[in-house]
Nanobody, 123 residues
């Protein structure tokens, strides 16, 4: 059983930056593809960024060029660096893990989830 714990959320002004962290325990971290998703009230959880176990990355169009995902297998941690933040980036951000060859954007395909961390971007 993999346990994921996110941290790093908070309140930031538009144009600012935040770095989210997701620490994993209880599994072979290097064998998982990792994804960052976000969700606002009343909306479905949406894919933001993903990092495959083979090292590839993929981003949603809405965050490409502003967000960057990376992982440190020695620390069992995946990061999401978020720059040039916009009010529409406000959401609860979740990290997720699964065993894939690629980076699925469908949240239903991921096996493990963290509890989420709130990101609020003020205008």
């Amino acid at each position: 059983q993999v346990r994921l714990v996110e941290s790093g959320g908070g309140l930031v002004q538009a144009g600012g930056s935040l770095r989210l962290s997701c620490a994993a325990s209880g599994g072979n971290f290097g064998g998982y593809s990792m994804g960052w998703f976000r969700q606002t009230s009343g909306k479905e959880r949406e894919f933001a960024a993903g990092d495959s176990r083979s090292g590839g990355t993929y981003y949603a169009d809405s965050v490409r060029g502003r967000f960057s995902i990376s992982r440190d297998n020695a620390k069992n941690t995946v990061y999401l660096q978020m720059d040039s933040l916009k009010p529409e980036d406000t959401a609860v951000y979740y990290c997720a893990a699964g065993v894939f060859r690629d980076i699925p954007t469908d949240p239903n395909l991921y096996n493990y989830w963290g509890q989420g961390t709130q990101v609020t971007v003020s205008s």
